[in-house]
């Protein structure tokens, strides 16, 4: 019977013990986060059993959840007791014994090398329970699952090991016992608990007890008038919210609705976005509240999922208790609900871009990229959505300035009927695209797009403002009609326009075609082009080609569209070629310039021709311009 009721023994997982000898020894700066981290943990628990009794009938119980915190200065002894879910057995071994969040370790090791205040994330990345070793010596979980009749005692000293066996007598709900390390009886003092308890757990939403006082009595902030509520409040309250105690919210929002329908709602958005760190992304929703009465803890349903950053609660008195997601769903008052917090969110940032352009240019640069997977997946705030996209642009000194679709739009000159845009790797590689001469000489805005998610953005958007967005390298591009503005280049490509090309030009572009064969899809008179003698551009419906080099380097199965060499008929070396078209001497000259004029486009994009054709064909051209035969030597 002995051996029956003698305790298991087992090892943390690897990533634990390390976690451990990190808390013992390296995080020793903020140690009342412990606290704050098992009063959240025992609210979890209580939120856990809450949602059991509205759903499950056979578990429905009239007793007050509560948090007890009760210190024992004689044994140097700090209890945290909640009437919640419970654990059993197995859930012991797994909640206490793993780490659910891949990476976390790693991330705490580097914040804990460079800033003592870091170490407040530990409850971002589920690994708070461990923050008692930051106190204790040797720490109890007493704990009795609502499931069953029977309770567990798991132990550790936080060496390595724990063990578990059975506990008798237990009520429902988890009891965390820490035995304090010698130098830290300040946390048995009920005015040091207090302290902690009031600077981070005030808004936890059920009662906690120090002794026979109330002490997170403060009204929920949510229900108050705005004007009552003090800036402290509001980053307290986002502290609870998010766990992060650590950073003030970069904007929230108070809303209240009474008719057609009641809520309340808080909405926060962090100041940073975890998702740009590598660890994926958020999995948190909203907390949704039914007079009060806290009913989800994870809403996610709440907001679409490119608003994921957002934290929250939302209160309605007109809400169900029934809290199946199924039932929510179909809630005409959820959805509701739903939609005016997406409205009111779009108009606060829209206030923000309008009035604040710093601000919005920092909350962009955190999750703008979460904001246009919105343009992909919500039709219906499609327009909404485009209007807070933000771009670099060829207007405007600043290279890192950026600007809304509503900014180009409002400086568009008569006669152009397009939105033009252009991707590349980076600024400095934009600007030496050919393309984009045709659009310089005409004064020309130019969206550039150094982000190839911008470009998926784009197709999706299609249209703003009654005007096609379009790549400078489509064939689809439709250029106003040059004007001379005075300077010389302009008035030159001006004459070039109107005078046509040279005689024999024709000429030129058949003996490319037969020489280039279906490597491109034809060979044409360029009407963008300025100085270059050549560029490459994408048949009329499809991709560009940042976009295409994006795609061919996901995938292998992915093959590039054939391109439409575009020759400028006013170009120097055109103009001589087309002179000497009219001699069958050089046809094969010709020809071979050809086979440059497309390698030489292909290396303008960053796209590599045959380097070993490539190379040969420059090899001939120094050969003959050595032995001073080529026809051009002289020229």
């Given amino acids: 019977m002995a051996t029956e009721t003698a305790p298991q023994q087992f090892t943390f997982q690897a990533e634990i013990s390390q976690l451990l000898h990190l808390l013992s020894h390296s995080l020793y700066q903020n140690r009342e986060i412990a606290i704050r981290e098992l009063v959240s943990n025992a609210s979890d628990a209580l939120d856990k059993f809450r949602h059991v009794s509205l759903t499950q009938k056979e578990h429905e119980d009239d007793a007050a959840l509560r948090i007890s915190i009760e210190p024992d200065a004689e044994n140097r002894l700090l209890t945290i007791r909640d009437n919640g879910i419970g654990m059993t057995h197995d859930e012991l071994i797994q909640n206490l014994g793993t780490i659910a969040h891949s990476g976390s370790l790693e991330y705490l090791k580097k914040l804990g090398e460079n800033s003592k205040d870091e170490v407040s994330l530990i409850g971002q990345f589920g690994v708070g329970f461990y923050s008692s070793f930051m106190l204790a010596d040797r720490v109890e979980v007493l704990s009795r699952s609502y499931q069953e009749d029977t309770g567990w005692k798991w132990e550790s000293d936080g060496s390595g090991q724990f063990t578990i066996e059975p506990a008798e007598g237990l009520e429902r709900g988890t009891q965390v016992r820490l035995h304090l390390k010698a130098d830290l009886k300040e946390f048995t003092e009920p005015v040091r608990l207090k302290h902690i308890l009031t600077e981070y757990s005030t808004f936890v939403p059920y009662a906690i007890h120090l002794g026979d006082e109330h002490v997170n009595d403060q009204p929920p902030i949510w229900v108050e008038p705005k004007s009552q509520v003090t800036e402290e409040q509001y980053k307290n309250f986002y502290g609870y919210l998010s766990k992060r105690t650590y950073e003030e919210p970069l904007w929230h929002l108070h809303l209240t609705s009474d008719s057609p329908f009641q809520f309340h709602a808080v909405l926060f958005c962090p100041t940073s976005n975890f998702e740009l760190l590598g660890f994926g992304k958020d999995e948190h929703g909203l907390s949704l509240c039914a007079k009060r009465i806290l009913v989800q803890s994870n809403c996610r349903e709440l907001l679409p999922e490119y608003l994921r950053f957002i934290y929250g609660l939302v209160d309605s008195a007109d809400l169900p208790l029934n809290v199946s997601r199924q039932a929510l769903q179909d809630d005409t008052v959820f959805r509701k609900i739903r939609k005016v917090l997406v409205k009111k969110v779009f108009s606060h940032l829209e206030d923000i871009a309008k009035d604040s352009p710093d601000d919005y240019g920092k909350f962009y640069e955190q999750f703008g990229s979460t904001l246009r997977e919105g343009v992909a997946s919500d039709f219906e705030n499609r327009n909404t959505l485009a209007k807070l996209l933000r771009f670099r642009s060829s207007h405007g000194e600043d290279r890192a300035a950026v600007i809304s679709l509503d900014d180009y739009v409002s400086r568009i000159p008569d006669g152009q009927k397009q939105i033009f845009y252009v991707g590349g790797e980076t600024i400095a590689n934009i600007e030496k695209n050919p393309n984009l001469e045709a659009f310089r000489s005409r004064n020309l805005e130019v969206l550039y797009l150094i982000d190839p998610v911008d470009e998926f953005v784009l197709n999706h958007v299609n249209k703003f403002e009654d005007r096609d967005l379009v790549s400078i390298d489509s064939s689809d591009v439709d250029l106003p009609e040059l004007h001379s503005s005075g300077d010389s280049e302009d008035t030159d490509t001006a004459k070039e326009e109107k005078s046509g090309p040279p005689a024999g030009f024709g000429t030129v572009l058949n003996l ?83 086979q440059q004029f497309f390698a030489n486009a292909m290396l303008a994009e960053g796209v590599v021709p045959d380097p070993y054709e490539t190379a040969e064909r420059m090899l001939g051209f120094m050969e003959e311009l050595a032995q001073q035969r080529s026809p051009i030597a002289g020229g």
């Fill in 512 to 594: 490319f075609r037969e020489s280039l064969g279906d490597k491109v899809e034809d060979v044409r008179e360029s009407k963008r082009l300025t100085s270059s003698a050549c560029c490459l551009v994408n048949p009329e419906g499809s991709m560009s080609a940042q976009l295409q080099k994006v795609l061919s380097r996901a995938s292998d199965e992915f093959h590039l569209t054939k391109r439409i060499l575009e020759v400028n008929p006013a170009h120097p070396l055109v103009k001589h070629l087309a002179s000497l078209s009219t001699n069958d001497e050089h046809t094969a000259f010709i020809k071979t310039c050809g």
